[in-house]
Structure formats: structure tokens, C-alpha cells
């Protein structure tokens, strides 16, 4: 007898996350289906190339929905329609500086976004069928006090997006002990691959890395090149993730690599991969790089990147994470870097 394909709904299935759980998952045989925001941009599916499946295929295994987790009629809609077994709430306003820009609007889809979905599961009575993750962040706890962060670590956000995910960590929580809910909360630190967004900082140097190995010409701008991170592969946060709605009971994990690196770390790999040694001066926010054979400025630290309240440091404990999901990311940061960079090189396309 055959056994019965689990549905799952993922939220945000066009990021980076999404595509790759969409992908995880659909080779683990589940039928899934994910939901997207409506937008004019011609390749705002382009992570999903390779699972999209046309509308009208019949008995299909994979959907996609328009819809916004801001508007609470189409969470109840869509929970009332789906049933999943599973929901994967990964759609946000994900960008920590433009959570500066549009604060509300950030917090219109990270807080309530979270509750419009658990009150969607708790109308519908699926209470007992529908499993729920959150995609909390390690942004949560601010800089680092002490040796790392865990799950008992007191949290203190330092920017309008970590306030809003804060809140949809405990909406979620409160929902788990109120309702009798399968709701957990993944507290993911930094996770990169080479379908990271063009406006993430990992993304940016590895997109300038391939078009200067083209052109030979330009010079990188950014931020705080001080600013250190707990930096792992995306591919093996989405094992955990899943692993985390796999769990007996609904509880809520770190899922890191307990290693951070600086931004001008992850510059120097970077800029190995292309056989150049990239050497610093100066200090903040007159921070250059140069090429140490050709003496041209590759770099520069400008005020304009620097965020009104800096997170200097972040480092996590995945000991729980390991414990009770058996659950350890397998590529360092080195081997990520290098991962990120020859796929950059290898898509790059010169302008005609």
C-alpha cells in the first residue's frame, strides 16, 4: 500500500530559502506548494526554474500561489484550501537596512504576517494536522555578550527588522502554549549560497569578484568590514529546518556553525579564489583593500553602508540543534566562500 505524499506549504518560496526547501523537499516526494508576491519583475521566479511545473499539468507536485501573509484574508483562504500538513513560514522583509527605510512595512509582514498565519491555522481547526515553522534570526540577540548564543540567550534586537522577527518568535511561542500548537522556531544565524539575494553583502562580493575578473576594473564599495558573522551554507540550514518540523514535539533551535569571520575575512577567501591578495589599510569607514601586486584599490568602507545600530558579532551554539536533531552543518566557511565564487564565475555574463 502506498503511503500518503505529505503537503507541505512554504511561504516566501521564491528566496533563497524557500527554492531550496522547495527542491529538498520535492525529492523527499512531498507535494508542495508556495506562495509568492505578486510583481511585475520578469524573473522573480528564476530561483524556482528548475521545480516550476505549468498550471495545467495534471496530478502535479508542486503549486504556486500569489498571495501576501500581510493580508489575513488570503492566510485564511489559503490555509482553508491547502491543509498542509506542514507550513514553512519563510517569507519576510529579510533586508536588515532597509528595515531602516521601511519599518512599518517590515513590521506589517515579519510580526503580523507570523500571526496572520498562526490565527489561519487556528480558524481552520488545524490545530492538530498542520505543523508550523517560523523563521526567527540570530538578529534577534544583537551583539555578542559572552562566548556565543543559544536557545536561553536574552535577546536584544538592534534593528527594526530583528524587533519584527523578535515578535514573531513569541506570537509563535504563545500560540505553541495557548492553542496546543505544532509551532517552533528556528533561530538560524547567517546562511549564504549562490542564490543569496544581490543586495546581501556575501552576494555583492562575489558578483564584483566576477565581473572584475572579467573587466579588471572597478572598485567594491560596502560597510563595517569588521563586522563578523556566523556565516554557513544555506543548503544545510534547510536540512535543519526540516529536521526541526520532524522533531516529536514543537520546540525551538539554533541552527549555526559556532565559527564567525569578519566581512574583510570573507574578502580575502573571496578574493583568493581569483588569485589575488587583498591587503588593508586604514580603519572603519576609510577602510580600503588593495591588491597587493598591482597596488589598486579594490575596496572601500563608506559611511553611507553603515547601519544606525551596528551588530558587531555573532556567534552560535548549535549544541541542542546536534543533540536532539542530529543535525551539524557540513561546510565550513573556506570551502562556502569558494562555493559562492567559482558559481558566480562560472554564470557570469559579460555585458555586450
Known sequence: MNKKRKLALITGVTGQDGSILADFLLKKNYIVHGVKRRSSSLNSTVRLDRIYQDKFIKNKSFYLHYGDVSDP???NRILGE????????LAAQSHVAISYELPLYTASVNSLGTLNLLEAI???NLNKKTKFYNAATSEMYGSLKGKYQNELTPFHPQSPYAT????????TKNYRDSYNLFASNGILFNHESFSRGETFVTKKITMFIAKYNHYKKGVLYLGNLSSKRDWGFADDYIIGIWKILQHSKPEDFVLSTGKSYSVRDFLKYAFACINIKII???????EIGIDSKT???LVKSIPYYYRPNEVTNLIGNNRKAKKVLNWTPKIKFKALVKL?????????????
Open 82 to 89: 491547502v491543509k498542509p500538513d506542514e507550513l514553512y513560514h
Open 164 to 171: 519584527s522577527k523578535l515578535f514573531s518568535f513569541w506570537i
Open 122 to 124: 487556528r480558524i481552520n
Open 295 to 297: 597596488k589598486k584599490v
Open 280 to 286: 588593508f589599510k586604514g580603519k572603519k569607514d576609510k
Open 73 to 75: 484574508s488570503f492566510c
Open 340 to 352: 559562492m565564487v567559482n558559481e558566480e564565475l562560472k554564470n557570469f555574463t559579460p555585458k555586450k
